[in-house]
């Protein structure tokens, strides 16, 4: 048997059922209506999990789950040296979303990360303190800014609205996932044009820390020739 | 498993030597306050120390290093000259996976004098090399000198902002680079740049700034015109001559052993006058640590060695590494005469420092039994 992780509402919990679906295996929920229990059909031993999205890294981490589905961007945040954790099986081609950098449009002198790390060293001059950066993609974000050496920012922890944070003067910049800039645009933020730190997708991972039984590989072995996908050894 | 007992007892043991030659044995608080150590490290510290909030005191942390709160004690009322010794553990948070301990053991000397630096950076290095010798280690040293390159800088012949700009990133070395090839015409202009700076020929830095749309955010219009007016004077720079060029690349990558080091060094000073007084320094060193009796016709020296983030050296540095090159320097060091500034509220004084790993030296020493 193994345990697969699907993030448990909303459009990406259904747009992995569609994948799984147009590929001969049914996903769906079971029991009471909001209950969070699934079903898996078209497939012997493989076990549906309703997890939140942000939780799956975690769960694959840990080796609770062998399989999960989520963003691209969340296992890369959350796990430490993450291809040591898990491996990509495939990318599932929906949930894209980038994570950049955007600043205020007025910023008419910035455009670059040259010139973000340029204000940023002027405005600590200025104002006393580093120009803040509102994320909540720590690690992506400060792993970015490291290799191309900017300097005098600091990361201010923002979990929702963090286009707002600008406005709302708790910070000078931002860095977000987006999709279409519609609330970047709204907010009067522009992208910096060579700050493009992770393009995101919905991807399949398999967890390297669950337990891989003679079972268990079995049954991915078969999964994986449905959906017609290679899997690394276990 | 780390025999962190070991570790500990070999640490004190490298403190009570320093102190028998002639060293203060000094303490330090574990849990310090964050925000000297946000300010001196921006962001990098953050990955890399453990931080706390405490309901009274706000954000602390837990010690990554002893220079810091060693040279605060010192600032705050300590005998001039002096050489202090300690022994404890720090903290530091690894974001890779692998065997590197988050918590391990430092042993380490700092010395704070006004007169004869080259003497205190010398006597740092031949003790750190001694007690490695005598304990049966026998390492592979590395040094450098970032006062060479920042008086290299500093001699430059361009705009004080773009020798700013390269001091500024001396421990970026990509960051440092980008910058150099820029300055230098052997990058193109970004397009990006041009393009902006084709608008800002158009209009006025206000007036394109209300054409942006709505201003949001605590970086002030003044601010950004001061900027736009600098990046329109700094269009009009022109590159460094290529012969000066030419010589802060081949003093980037200079690696030879000391002697020969010294000797290119003085080949190149008639041609990058402002280095002169910097490889003087060097040359004094090299007599103080051959009077010392460390071999400096050997000894290897890379111009580039210690250029970090986390560091804070600005004269002489130096490492002590094992034949594996996956482990960390099993001892490291230099001069940090620019901190004390810092930390001194302005007061400063000319200080050299170094520490051992206690835990990977008593592993070494293991192996080798």
Redesign the interface.
């Given at each position: 048997m193994i345990k697969i992780g699907v993030p448990s509402k909303g459009r990406l919990m259904e747009k992995t059922f569609d994948w799984f679906g147009a590929r001969g295996v049914t996903l769906r929920l079971s029991g009471a209506e909001r209950e969070y229990a699934g079903r898996v059909d078209g497939i012997d031993g493989v076990e549906l999990v309703l997890l939140s999205a942000g939780e799956i890294p975690r769960e694959l981490a840990a080796g609770r789950i062998h399989l999960g589905v989520t963003g691209s961007d969340l296992v890369r945040e959350k796990l430490?040296?993450w291809p040591?954790?898990v491996a990509e099986l495939a990318p599932l081609g929906f949930g894209h979303a980038d994570l950049i950098i955007a600043v205020?449009?007025?910023?008419?002198?910035v455009?670059?990360l040259?010139?973000l790390?340029?204000?940023a060293?002027?405005?600590r001059k200025?104002?006393g303190f580093?120009?803040r950066i509102a994320t909540k993609y720590h690690?992506l974000v400060?792993d970015f800014?490291?290799?191309?050496?900017?300097?005098?920012?600091?990361?201010i922890d923002s979990q929702g609205a963090t286009e707002g944070t600008?406005?709302n003067?708790t910070a000078?910049a931002i860095a977000d996932i987006t999709s279409s800039g519609e609330t970047l645009r709204a907010?009067?933020?522009k992208v910096l044009?060579?700050a493009a730190i992770h393009a995101s997708q919905a991807v399949l991972f398999l967890s390297h820390a669950a337990d891989w039984t003679a079972d268990s590989q079995m049954a991915l072995a078969a999964l994986a020739a449905k959906l017609h996908i290679m899997v690394p050894k276990t | 498993m780390r025999n962190t007992g070991q570790e500990r007892v070999l640490s004190d043991r490298l403190a009570a030597w320093f102190t028998e030659q002639g060293a203060t044995l000094v303490e330090a608080d574990i849990l310090l306050p964050a925000e000297t150590l946000l300010d001196l490290y921006g962001e990098d510290i953050r990955a890399r120390a453990y931080m706390t909030l405490d309901p009274v005191q706000g954000e602390m942390m837990l010690r990554p290093d002893f220079t810091v709160p060693v040279v605060q004690q010192h600032m705050a009322g300590g005998a001039d000259p002096a050489t202090y010794a300690y022994s404890g553990p720090v903290f530091r948070k690894q974001t890779h996976r692998g065997d590197r301990p988050s918590e391990y053991h430092q042993a380490g000397i700092e010395i704070f004098r006004r007169d004869e630096p080259e003497e205190s950076d010398a006597r740092v290095f031949a003790l750190i090399d001694s007690v490695l010798r005598e304990n049966g280690l026998s390492l592979r040293p590395v040094t450098g000198d970032i006062g060479i390159l920042m008086a290299a800088v500093r001699g430059l012949a361009t705009s004080d902002r773009r020798k700013q700009a390269l001091l500024r990133h001396i421990w970026r070395p990509q960051r440092f680079r980008a910058l150099l090839d820029r300055f230098s015409g052997r990058a193109p202009l970004p397009a990006a740049r041009k393009h902006l700076l084709d608008r800002l020929a158009k209009g006025s830095p206000a007036d394109l700034i209300a054409q942006a749309g709505t201003f949001t955010g605590l970086r002030s219009e003044e601010e950004i015109m001061v900027r736009a007016q600098a990046l329109t004077e700094d269009a009009q720079t022109p590159p460094l001559n290529a012969p000066e060029a030419a010589l802060l690349y081949d003093l980037l990558s200079l690696q030879a052993p000391s002697r020969a080091a010294l000797h290119h060094l003085r080949g190149i000073a008639p041609m990058l006058p402002a280095i002169t007084p910097a490889v003087d320094r060097f040359a004094a060193r090299l007599d103080a640590l051959a009077a010392q009796g460390i071999a400096t016709e050997t000894l290897p020296f890379e111009a580039s060695h210690g250029r970090t983030s986390l560091e804070y050296y600005d004269g002489f540095v130096f490492s002590f590494h094992a034949d594996d090159p996956a482990l960390p320097p099993v001892a490291s060091g230099g001069r940090y005469d620019a901190l004390t500034a810092v930390l001194g509220q302005g007061r400063s004084i000319p200080a050299v420092g170094g520490v051992i790993r206690a835990g990977l030296m008593a592993r070494l020493m293991g192996n080798q039994s």
């Open positions: 430490a040296d040591s954790q205020p449009v007025a910023w008419i002198d455009d670059t040259d010139d790390d340029a204000a060293a002027a405005f200025t104002h580093r120009l690690r400060r800014l490291t290799i191309h050496g900017v300097a005098d920012y600091q990361l600008v406005k003067l000078e907010n009067h933020l044009s060579d | -």
